[in-house]
């Protein structure tokens, strides 16, 4: 009984086969990738029409009115305004339909004004690409546009032949001077209706294929060598350092003018007042040495503050752990350090990740509505793996002011940064920094 029922139990189901047949071959007719795919080509023909008339006109347009006192200019530089934003929606539309991100070309490192940015882009090959596939899309469209509505048409015509082929005028559809009717002819339009409706989807999907590969050659970075690629990321890297350089450097200033600067001045001041009392008001000038001695004392502890901002000296004496459990001990909130390095990396390297850290905590600490922050710090090979974990409200913006100088800095020594803060919480900011000795 035993070794019965185990055999019934093993044999397959009729309907679970069947089942499982129906869906292998008309699933991808119902899936959603086939929707999306036919979506996509279908609205490919309008924006091909919208992308081939903006180009065309407004590029003829601005040259033909070049030689009016250069009037074209203007409307050149909109015109790749206009297409560099309809290059980053043509992007989205890839990204959401399909599933293909195109990554866009490297951007130049910004210099100048408007003028050497335009002919700094009439000189890039990316902006050639770009109005090119402004133009050729249309026919792209076209093309994409014709055989998926013919294919979806014929395939569901024929499905439906035998419904309306007795209403026609010779009672069967007419080709030349055949006349096809009949329950056989109307057998045979289904057969192959199903069979067209079946091959749907790999069309569909193919024609897709073949517009985003179109898409990657004129809207992608192109086929860079990659020493070209490294040599253009390390000078933009190098150009948000020394902005980022340039931006620290004001900052301090204006704190040492606006700070230390007024306090000792205040102290000088009041310095001469009690030395012009000294014979005359002894106990004002006594008032006014212990207010001079105050103000020397905030002073010391504003200049100490400024240089811990900028490089502590307990970090290269003793290193990121002892540096970072004075930064725990100063922070308003309580946060637990973890620091395990086997080995000290270089100053450098221990300097953004004390920066990296001390703009974390102080963002936590205006922003985030902690309760608590984390600070884990090892090295794992050649890499220092930095983590600053808050249980807040979350929300952060990468692009703001203080985490975009974070990622300024560990670009410049070829680091990466990765902000994780959905709104609720909690925020995680993880950065890896290279320090192979």
């Known amino acids: ?14 309907g679970g086969t069947l089942t499982r047949t129906a869906a292998r071959w008309f699933g991808p007719l119902v899936s959603a990738r086939t929707w999306l795919a036919t979506i996509h080509l279908l609205i490919g023909l309008p924006i091909g029409i919208a992308l081939f008339t903006l180009a065309v006109t407004l590029v003829s347009l601005g040259v033909g009115l070049l030689p009016l006192f250069l009037v074209g200019i203007p409307v050149l530089i909109v015109t790749l305004w206009l297409i560099d934003w309809c290059v980053r929606f043509e992007r989205a539309r890839f990204l959401v339909l399909l599933n293909e991100r195109i990554q866009a070309p490297a951007a130049d490192a910004p210099a100048g004004g408007w003028w050497p940015r335009f002919l700094r882009q009439l000189r890039t090959a990316s902006t050639w690409k770009q109005l090119a596939y402004c133009i050729v899309w249309l026919p792209v469209g076209i093309i994409s546009f014709t055989l998926v509505v013919t294919v979806w048409a014929a395939a569901l015509g024929l499905i ?5 082929s ?43 294929a073949v517009e985003t590969a179109i898409a990657r050659a004129l809207l992608g970075p192109g086929h ?23 931006a620290e450097r004001i900052r301090m200033e204006r704190d040492l003018h606006d700070g230390a600067q007024q306090r000792l001045v205040s102290l000088a001041m009041e310095l001469g007042q009690a030395k012009a009392k000294f014979t005359t008001d002894p106990e004002g000038a006594r008032a006014l040495i212990d207010r001079a001695h105050s103000e020397a004392k905030e002073a010391l502890v504003e200049l100490r503050d400024l240089v811990r901002g900028v ?41 953004i990740a004390y920066f990296v850290v001390a703009e974390s905590l102080t963002n936590i600490a205006k922003h985030a509505n902690a309760q608590h922050a984390f600070v884990d710090v090892t090295r794992t090979a050649d890499t220092l793996r930095v983590v600053v974990r808050d249980d807040g409200i979350g929300g952060a913006d990468p692009n703001g002011k203080g985490l975009s100088g974070l990622a300024d800095r560990v670009a410049g020594v070829d680091g990466t940064l990765t902000i994780t803060s959905p709104r609720g919480g909690p925020t995680v900011i993880e950065v890896g920094l290279p320090c192979a000795s």
């Open 1 to 14: 009984m035993i070794d019965s029922a185990t055999t019934t139990a093993a044999e397959p189901r009729p």
């Open 160 to 164: 439906a032949f035998p419904a309306y």
């Open 166 to 208: 007795p209403l026609l005028p010779h009672g069967g559809a007419v080709i030349g001077d055949a006349v096809f009717a009949g329950a056989w002819w109307s057998v045979a339009a289904v057969l192959v209706g199903i069979g067209l409706l079946l091959s749907v989807p790999n069309l569909v999907r193919g024609l897709a």
């Open 224 to 246: 860079q060598s990659p020493l070209v690629a490294r040599v253009g990321e390390l000078e933009r890297s190098r150009a948000r350092v020394v902005d980022s350089a340039a």
């Open 311 to 351: 490089h502590p000296p307990v970090l290269s004496d003793r290193g990121l752990d002892a540096a970072l459990s004075g930064l725990a001990a100063l922070s308003p909130i309580p946060v637990v350090v973890t620091v395990d390095l086997p080995k000290r990396p270089s100053l450098t390297i221990e300097s």
